[in-house]
């Protein structure tokens, strides 16, 4: 098979791996497809839900006896590890797979090493990478090599930069197609970050609504003070709400945290300065692999400052605000020169509507 038919096949595997985002995290998506030596297809599958059958065995089971002698592709590495499913690298080998192209290694040092057990079973195994299969894995990768859950932010701004007006108002900035787009996502995401600022003035659930979901985000206040009031909505509903806190309460917010655990609220502690790495990386620990962030621009400017921002999701509303006071996207970067500034990496741009939707990479 020619590097370019691996490749097609490999984009239709990345294509088929997309259906399992918000069923699989904190496992990757993955997709397979098994394909006769001339690249015509015999069978797909994807991973569709975490600890259910991974892709490789989805597309075997498609296959059937069709899979002795014919290729697998795969986006990710096929794991070599028994967990709550048996090693891929076995399930391929045993249904007489003759060849393995992969895209991305695994990094997992428990589960990696799929390759090498193929091909001492005689099963040659190659990676050719895949610029789509690399974005795939990126959220999972960035958990394993950094212990840190994958960080995306959202928000809706006009052509002049401004997500509010002066005073606040800022609904809607979106069109309903975009706003629909984001109770999508907010159910494939296993958390939703805010801060006290936006509850305060804005009081969301931030829960999907509206959407076919098959789980709801636990949704997190970046609070170091303790101010989240006992009746807010982010509170209400079955989705689990964390408050991160600073480490020097007084007496006055140690009550006030006693309230919110009446209402269910559960904690988690900042770190010096109110640093948020050390929080983010026991919600990882925890199984957060992905988190959407619908903050104001203090909470964003800080994930910048600390290098925990991932991706932008940026909506242009066809608005020009004009109000030099208005509310930005992010701030408190505090840079004197632009050079200075990371420059994010523009992935997209797509219509939603009488929007433009900007996707970046950091």
């Known amino acids: 098979m020619t590097p ?7 984009d239709r595997a990345v294509r088929i791996a997309a259906r399992g985002h918000g069923g699989v995290e904190p496992n990757p998506m993955v997709g397979c497809v098994i394909a006769h030596d001339d690249a015509t297809p015999i069978a797909e599958g994807f991973h569709r839900v975490c600890g259910g ?3 490789e065995v989805d597309a075997l089971r498609a296959a059937g006896a069709r899979a002795r002698g014919a290729t697998a592709i795969v986006t990710l590495e096929p794991c070599a590890h028994r967990g709550r499913t048996g090693p891929c690298a076995d399930a391929l080998i ?3 797979i003759a060849r393995v192209y992969y895209a991305v290694a695994d990094p997992n040092p428990i589960a990696g090493g799929g390759a090498r057990k193929l091909i001492d079973a005689g099963v040659p195994a190659e990676l050719i990478f895949h610029a789509g299969a690399d974005e795939l894995a990126r959220p999972f990768i960035k958990r394993i090599t950094t212990k840190l859950p994958w ?15 002066s005073n606040g108002d800022s609904k809607w900035m979106s069109c309903a197609r975009s706003r629909a787009m984001v109770h999508r ?8 970050l805010t801060g006290i600022g936006t509850v305060v003035e804005d009081d969301p659930q931030l829960t999907p609504r509206g959407v076919r979901v098959q789980r709801l985000p636990r949704r997190i206040v970046f609070d170091p003070d303790v101010m989240t009031p006992v009746e807010a909505k982010i509170l ?19 009550r006030r945290m006693a309230l919110l655990r009446g209402r269910g609220a559960t904690f988690l502690p900042l770190g010096p ?25 203090g909470l964003v400017g800080r994930l910048l400052r600390e290098g925990l921002l991932d991706e932008a999701w940026v909506f242009v509303a066809p608005l020009l605000v004009g109000d030099a ?24 741009v797509r219509r939603r509507g009488a929007d433009a939707l900007l996707h970046y990479r950091f």
């Open 4 to 10: 370019d038919r691996v490749r097609a096949l490999l």
């Open 53 to 55: 059958p991974h892709a």
């Open 94 to 96: 045993e249904a007489g």
């Open 151 to 165: 960080v995306s932010a959202k928000w809706a701004q006009s052509i002049d930069g401004a997500i509010a007006l």
């Open 185 to 192: 996502e907010r159910g494939r995401v296993d958390a939703v």
């Open 236 to 254: 209400e509903g079955d989705a689990a709400a964390t408050v991160l806190v600073g480490n020097a309460l007084d007496a006055a917010a140690q």
């Open 273 to 297: 300065k109110d640093s948020l790495r050390d929080a983010l990386a026991a919600l990882a620990e925890s199984g957060v692999a992905t988190i959407l962030v619908e903050a104001g621009g």
């Open 325 to 348: 006071s208005a509310q930005r996207g992010a701030r408190g970067i505090d840079r004197d020169v632009l050079a200075a500034i990371p420059r994010a990496r523009l992935l997209s």
